[in-house]
């Protein structure tokens, strides 16, 4: 099957708005992605035709609202491969999902002074704040992987980062801020092997490329469905169903539970224990019907094309004078998420030149400032494609950029 | 549009900063930062006798950012407490009017040339970076250089 890409832009209609007087290049799917007419109706029929409260009503529209609203999470874990839709919390974004786990899991990990927490140095913040603070309530060390000057995940030290004092392993999949592709076996076998669990951030590869997580191995997963052609205030956690069982509730409140009395509560089985209130129930809608739209297309062909365009984007930044990628430079083990410096000229300074052309980029640390540390940069401009992205849109990327240089160097 | 916010004003005192670097002695040091895009700068303020003896600052970011600190040096050090404040209050109105405000060139000097950043709410915070720095180094100093730090 080939990948018709005019086909898929047609099923997105901000793309035919004009930016500064310029079509729309919209090249910051990384930060969101924007949204299919098929997400942004069955929104709307959710709202228009059965809005009801789930789990809680007899009536017709609640009960037809609660089955959309389940129907969406089992869409969502036979897209992740989850062996139960049990397995499937609905979060707010992945942010909430990752410290879900880290409020959660003082039983599950009996952390203490002397165990340790590995991270790596290209997290997302919000894959290293929450264990900075859980080893700061706990006395337990954070230790963590660090950076390759090439961008990759530095496994030299893996058997000593890892160890018997280890609790637990929380590490990107996919950077967001170099596009680094991580094979998380060895990291995973590791850990296992001296009983640790493993978290990953799946907020940059579960929308980009074919993720299971029965092959990943990892105990948990966490990822947000607006970078994935869903709606905002909805993200998942996915954790293997006997840790679930394990962990207390985390917002507690309606639905989160059992049997109350005035003296205490019982609470409900995951994944209801962890779904306190009334969920975003028309957002998790939406996100099972962008699981729909890419499982039709297929997330296979979505990578594939990425990794077109990636290839093509990689060589026309390396034709622009002074432009420096960061993170891998071929398209082999990373995705398409590219991060570079103008040299010469501050990255805020480049995004406000592109935008003045139309071309939408991201620009500053891109919450992973400890990655700018790490290639000595306060800032850096990041490109991010995805299913709609064209080889016009890079060129345009390409001529933008000769603008810049012509402003300011 | 794009040339109103880079003005050549603007450009020269980001390519040839006024008073760059930081010096000794002092009165009073602020560091402050942009989290969402990672501006810098530190700020000094030296006074002898009610007057803004230097004004010395350092600092990486954007254009405007470093434009910004180099305009204030120029606009400020030299001057008197007093001098200093209508000018900082100036710049505060320029960058919080969204366009709307026709600056004073005998009150802002090179600073006119911000008018057109204030019809970037994403970058005002860019410009007033340097200006709130100094206002916290300046009240470390023992000066309030606006009337808004001296009751505070």
């Known amino acids: ?409 | 549009m794009i040339d109103q916010l880079y003005q050549d004003i603007i450009l020269d005192h980001y390519k040839h900063p006024h008073g760059k670097g930081l010096r000794a002695p002092y009165g009073g040091e602020a560091h402050h930062v942009n989290p969402t895009c990672g501006d810098e700068v530190t700020i000094r303020v030296a006074v002898d006798g009610g007057t803004l003896t230097d004004i010395s600052y350092d600092g990486m970011g954007c254009s405007i950012s470093q434009a910004s600190a180099s305009v204030l040096h120029e606009l400020l050090q030299g001057r008197t407490v007093e001098e200093a404040a209508p000018v900082q209050e100036a710049f505060v109105a320029l960058m919080q009017s969204r366009g709307q405000i026709e600056p004073d060139e005998e009150v802002l000097g090179d600073g006119v040339a911000f008018a057109g950043v204030a019809r970037y709410p994403a970058r005002v915070k860019c410009a007033l970076l340097p200006w709130m720095a100094f206002k916290d180094a300046a009240a470390r100093a023992g000066v309030g250089a606006s009337p808004e730090v001296k009751s505070s």
């Open chain 1, 1 to 409: 099957m080939t990948f018709d890409v005019a086909r898929v832009r047609a099923d997105f209609p901000i793309l035919d708005r004009e930016v500064n007087g310029h079509p729309l290049v919209y090249l910051d799917s990384a930060n969101t992605s924007q949204k299919p007419r098929q997400v942004l109706d069955a929104m709307r029929a959710h709202q228009e035709r059965y809005n009801g409260n789930v789990s809680r009503s007899v009536h017709t529209l609640g009960t037809e609202s609660t089955t959309a609203y389940e129907d969406a999470r089992a869409k969502i874990a036979a897209f992740i491969g989850a062996p139960s839709p049990d397995e499937v919390v609905f979060t707010k974004n992945s942010t909430e999902a990752i410290n879900l786990v880290a409020y959660t899991s003082a039983d599950l990990l009996q952390l203490g002074p002397g165990d340790e927490i590995v991270v790596s140095e290209m997290e997302h913040h919000s894959n290293l704040v929450p264990w900075q603070l859980l080893c700061q309530r706990t006395g337990a060390t954070l230790r963590w992987f660090g950076v390759t000057d090439e961008g990759r995940l530095d496994e030299s030290a893996l058997d000593e980062l890892v160890n018997e004092r280890t609790k637990l392993v929380s590490v990107v999949h996919m950077s967001n801020i170099l596009g680094t592709i991580n094979d998380p076996a060895r990291i995973v076998a590791r850990a296992h092997q001296v009983g640790a669990l493993v978290l990953l951030d799946c907020s940059q590869s579960v929308p980009h490329f074919p993720v299971d997580v029965v092959e990943l191995g990892a105990d948990f997963i966490a990822f947000t469905g607006h970078k994935m052609l869903g709606p905002t205030g909805i993200g998942v956690l996915w954790g293997r169903a006997e840790l679930l069982a394990a962990m207390p509730p985390f917002l507690a409140g309606g639905s989160t539970i059992e049997t109350v009395t005035m003296a205490g509560t019982t609470f409900a089985a995951p994944p209801a224990r962890f779904e306190g209130g009334t969920p975003p129930i028309t957002e998790a809608i939406g996100l099972g019907a962008a699981v729909d739209y890419l499982t039709a297309l297929g997330m296979e062909n979505i990578h594939r094309h990425e990794q077109e365009i990636t290839t093509y984007a990689l060589k026309a930044l390396a034709d622009v004078p002074g432009v420096r990628i960061f993170g891998p430079g071929t398209p082999e083990g990373r995705g398409g998420t590219v991060s570079f410096e103008v040299a010469g000229v501050h990255p805020h300074d480049v995004g406000q030149i592109l935008d003045d052309l139309g071309v939408e980029v991201r620009v500053g640390h891109h919450c992973a400032r400890p990655v700018c540390t790490r290639f000595g940069v306060p800032a850096m401009t990041r490109a991010s494609f995805y299913l709609y992205t064209t080889t016009d849109e890079i060129d345009a990327l390409a001529r933008g950029l000769e603008q810049v240089r012509k402003v300011f160097v």
